[in-house]
């Protein structure tokens, strides 16, 4: 079965949220649940990569999250569903070099379906900031 990127977006979401919770969690099975997908059915090799991808580097990712967090504000202080979604985004333009405005307007759609319009408007705040930060290099 063959998945658009959003969907497989969101199931990166959706498992890296779900990882939170339960780091030592079977991520094959996670997926094909998320999925709906028969055993016989692969994996997207591309939700595999984004979530391996934003664990691997989510030290680096979260440094670059710190850097646009108002002041007394820390990647630990902010709300679950908005952490993950900052750091896929981030992990797709810094690793995937997926266009910004891809990237951003990815992250407002987690952002409508899984968080509510403050986070939505804090999220597009930060990414607009990277944006700015990283239009000239």
């Keep these: ?22 780091p030592d969690e079977d991520r094959e099975q996670l997926y094909r649940q998320l999925l709906k ?10 939700l595999e990569e984004l979530v391996n991808g ?25 709300e679950r569903p908005n952490l993950v979604i900052l750091r896929l985004a981030l992990y797709e333009l810094q690793f995937e070099k997926l266009p910004v405005a891809v990237a951003i307007n990815e992250a407002l759609q987690l952002a409508k379906s899984f968080s509510d319009d403050k986070s939505r408007r804090f999220i597009n705040g930060v990414l607009g900031h990277y944006e700015q930060e990283h239009a000239n290099k």
């Excluded at 079965?1 to 339960?22: G, K, P």
């Excluded at 934003?54 to 902010?78: A, F, K, M």
């Design 1 to 22: 079965m063959s998945f658009s990127r959003h969907t497989i977006r969101v199931a990166a979401f959706q498992a890296l949220f779900a990882l939170i919770a339960t």
């Design 37 to 46: 997908l028969d055993a016989n059915e692969e994996v997207p090799a591309y």
């Design 54 to 78: 934003v664990l691997d580097h989510q030290d680096e990712i979260d440094q670059t999250i710190s850097q646009y967090l108002e002041p007394g504000w820390t990647v630990e202080r902010l």
